[in-house]
């Protein structure tokens, strides 16, 4: 998988992006390809979510973890 770790002065967000081989419609070495290109969208400022899948979850776990919108406990019940 790809790990992708995203900063804005001392915040941080981490996403893992893993295509699954057999399940996932990408290879992980288009989704390395498309994972770049969106960090050089994003640092120029373009926030827009790559249209990937496993890309779009991991890219959008790291979001929203820099945003502090996840939940800092999670009920698995």
């Known amino acids: ?24 419609q990408e290879t992980w070495e288009e989704a390395q390809s498309v994972l770049l290109a969106w960090v050089n969208n994003w640092l120029a400022g373009d926030c827009e979510l790559p249209q990937m899948p496993s890309v779009a979850f991991g890219v959008s776990c790291a979001l929203a973890e820099l945003a502090d919108t996840l939940p800092q406990a999670a009920n698995y019940r």
């Open 1 to 24: 998988g790809l790990y992708v770790c995203l900063r804005e002065g001392e915040r941080e967000g981490w996403g893992e992006i893993s295509p699954l081989p057999g399940f996932s």
